[in-house]
C-alpha cells in the first residue's frame, strides 16, 4: 500500500487522528508563499536575493528533503523556519501563524554535532533541557538516558564526545534535538561527514525515529539516494536564487528498510531527481510541478 492511501487510513483512527489533526481542520503545519530571503551585500546598500518566491507545504508528519545546486539557498531556507533569519516577501506560517522567531517547537540538527567536549553525552543531551528549564536536573538525565536509548546508544551516556566514533556523535547530535521535544527537526545534512555505509544505518535509524516521535522533518541533503530513501517528497530548487522547481512524491510507506535501495523502482526514481537537479544547473529548470 502506498504511503499516502496509509496516511488517509490512519488519520482516521485513534492517536493518529489526534496527531494529524491537531492544528485547525485543513490547516498546513508549516506553510511557505512566495517566500523572498535577502542577504545584504558586503559592502554596498543593495540585497542579495537567496531564495526567490518559494512555495512549500508540510502536514504533521511530512517528511520533505531539499536538494539543489550549491549556494542556491537551502540552508537559508531552513534558518527562516527555524526564525534565524527573516523573509522579505511573501508568508511562512507555522500552523496558520508567521514564525515569529526561533522557538523550542523547532529543533536544528546540523552538519557537524558541536558536542560540548567536558560534558559527558548524556549532559550533551540534558543540556537544551536543563536550560529550558522545563525539566530538573534529574529528569532531564532520564529523559536523556531514554533519547539515548531511543537513537540507539544505550550505555554511553556516562562516556564523553571524543570517545564516540563519527556515526555515534551524529546519534547524540539527533538526540540532543529531540530532547526538547520539537515538533519540527531541521536537518542541514546531518550526515555528511559520516562513511557511505554508517549514513545508510543511520538513514533507516532516522525513519524509525521520527516515526516513533511522530515529528515533521525538513531535510538539505546533496546526496540523491538520501533524499529518495528518507522522502515523502523530493524539492528540487533552481540555482541561486533559489525555489522549488519540482516536487518529486516518493512512493513508500515510512519507515522503510534498506531493501528498498536495491529496488528497480529506486534507481528510477534516483534518475528522476538527477534529470531535474542537473537540468537546474544547466540552467533548464521545470516551473514548479508536482510528479507521479
Ligand atoms: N549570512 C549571510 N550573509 C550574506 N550572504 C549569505 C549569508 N548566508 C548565505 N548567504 C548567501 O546566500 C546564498 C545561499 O546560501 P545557502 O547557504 O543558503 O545555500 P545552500 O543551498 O545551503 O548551499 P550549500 O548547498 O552549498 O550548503 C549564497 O549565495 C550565500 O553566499
Sequence with gaps: MLRREMRTLSSTAGHDAAHIGAGA???AHLEARDVVIEYPKPGSKEMTTAVERCDLTLDRGDFV???GPSGCGKTT?????AGFVKIAEGALELDGRPIPGPGPDRAMVFQQANLLPWRTVQANVSYGLELSRKAKKPAARQRADELLDLVGLAGVGQQYPAQLSGGMQARVNLARALAVDPEI????E?????DAQTREVLQVELLRVCAAREVTALFVTHD???AAFL????????PRPGRIVKEITVPWDRPRSHEIRRTPEFAQLCDEIADVLYGVKAG?????EGSR
Aim: glycine residues 6%; hydrophobic residues 60%.
Design 25 to 27: 481542520a485543513g490547516e
Design 65 to 67: 528533503c531539499l536538494v
Design 77 to 81: 531556507f531552513l534558518n527562516a523556519v
Design 185 to 188: 527537526l531541521l536537518l542541514d
Design 190 to 194: 546531518p550526515f555528511a561527514a559520516i
Design 224 to 226: 540523491i539516494a538520501e
Design 231 to 238: 522522502a515523502d517528497r523530493v524539492c528540487v530548487f533552481s
Design 284 to 288: 533548464v529548470g521545470d516551473e514548479k
